[in-house]
């Protein structure tokens, strides 16, 4: 490697160096994500469930508003924190049923979980008409879950 080419290399190292977020000072002069760049937070955290069966079905009833709100809107990236939310609503559901009813709550939670996965699949790739083809079928799984799980 000849030394111009050589000093080059160093000076874009440190360029770079000194722009990356990384190696910046609190309050200082890196640059600052959009909020296209911030991941999306679920809306329920996993500490604060909903402990009885009504409570759990109602908070799930919420997010799936704001799920078919966000998917009319063309938020997927709000779509998929909603759906995986709902997903982690009805896994937590499985362990508050009455003991008739574990079995077919259980079957429509691993259902629940593929459609859950479908809807990240699709709504990370962009696909807003498969996504909303996949937020019908989850909503028909919710209704099922709700007849299931009283």
């Known amino acids: 490697m000849k030394i111009p080419t050589r000093r080059l290399s160093v000076v874009a190292a440190l360029i770079i160096l000194g722009v990356s977020p990384a190696f910046a000072h609190p309050?200082?002069?890196?640059?600052?994500?959009?909020?296209?760049?911030?991941?999306?937070k679920p809306s329920v955290?996993?500490?604060k469930l909903p402990e009885s069966v009504a409570d759990i079905l109602q908070t799930i009833d919420a997010q799936h508003v704001l799920l078919k709100t966000a998917l009319a809107e063309g938020k997927l990236s709000v779509v998929q924190a909603n759906a995986l939310t709902i997903n982690a609503l009805v896994q937590h559901i499985v362990t508050k049923v009455p003991a008739d009813h574990v079995a077919g709550v259980k079957e429509l939670a691993a259902r629940?979980?593929?459609?859950t996965a479908d809807i990240v699949k699709s709504s990370s790739a962009g696909a807003k008409k498969e996504t909303d083809a996949n937020a019908s079928k989850l909503s028909s799984n919710i209704r099922a879950l709700k007849a299931q799980a009283h």
Do not use: C
């Open 27 to 40: 309050g200082g002069h890196a640059l600052e994500n959009s909020a296209h760049d911030k991941p999306v």
């Open 45 to 47: 955290s996993a500490e």
């Open 112 to 115: 629940h979980a593929q459609l």
